[in-house]
């Protein structure tokens, strides 16, 4: 079965850090582009980062410079490093693959929530 | 960075109904443009790519339409499972992927 599993979220003071994980299985994890997308609560989905199977990162600009996306492709892994934290980063952190055949994201995982507040 | 709108933003019909939701692209997406549907509390999930393809176990009721910069999303019967919120994704130009702010679709 294919599957993506997030954890890593949790709540975190403005300014801090947090490390996000995906664990992915059930497909060849290194052929495949991988995405984060994140979702506040009550809000639509934004699209917060990608790595291509080569390892090249892509970030739009509200989180470029704070977020960093890599992948480990021996242990099926992807990861979002998420520096200096603002409120408005909370939202829940869904991993995605991404099939360059449709163009579209084919599998996501449940997501992980993180919450920045004091 | 194209900008995706779509419409309305929320919509209420009745079981049976044929429902429509529009895509408009800022630029021309070719048909570039692919369907999602969310569930209250479920993840996103893949209804149609390229703007006309249905997904794989993906009902029949749900159509797409579209290319250049107008995209046509239906379900030609709504079903009781259908409410939830629908969102349009562009890809023709990458990075970013770009979504469309959502349909939120009720039952009346």
């Known amino acids: 079965e294919v599957q993506l599993v997030e954890s890593g979220g949790g709540l975190v003071q403005p300014g801090g850090s947090l490390r996000l994980s995906c664990a992915a299985s059930?497909?060849?994890?290194?052929?495949?582009?991988m995405h984060w997308v994140r979702q506040a609560t009550g809000k639509g989905l934004e699209w917060v980062s990608a790595?291509?199977?080569?390892?090249?990162?892509y970030y739009p600009g509200s989180v470029k410079g704070r977020f960093t996306i890599s992948r480990e492709n021996a242990k099926n892994s992807l990861y979002l490093q998420l520096n200096s934290l603002r409120a408005g980063d909370t939202a829940i952190y869904y991993c995605?693959?991404?099939?360059?055949?449709?163009?579209?994201?084919?599998?996501w995982g449940k997501g992980t929530t993180v919450t920045v507040s004091s | 960075d194209i900008q995706m709108t779509q419409s309305p933003s929320s919509l209420s019909a009745s079981v049976g109904d044929r429902v429509t939701i529009t895509c408009q692209a800022s630029?021309?997406?070719?048909?570039?443009l692919n369907w999602y549907q969310q569930k209250p509390g479920k993840t996103p999930k893949l209804l149609i790519y390229?703007?006309?393809n249905l997904e794989t176990g993906v009902p029949s009721r749900f159509s797409g339409s579209g290319s250049g910069t107008d995209f046509t999303f239906t379900i030609s019967s709504l079903q009781p499972e259908d409410i939830g919120t629908y969102y349009c994704?562009?890809?023709?130009?990458?990075?970013?992927?770009?979504f469309g702010q959502g349909t939120r679709l009720e039952i009346q």
């Open positions: 790595i291509g199977t080569s390892g090249d990162p």
């Open positions: 390229d703007a006309s």
């Open positions: 995605a693959r991404y099939s360059s055949r449709r163009g579209a994201l084919d599998v």
């Open positions: 059930g497909f060849t994890f290194s052929t495949y582009d």
């Open positions: 630029q021309d997406i070719n048909n570039y």
């Open positions: 994704q562009q890809y023709h130009y990458l990075p970013p992927i770009t």
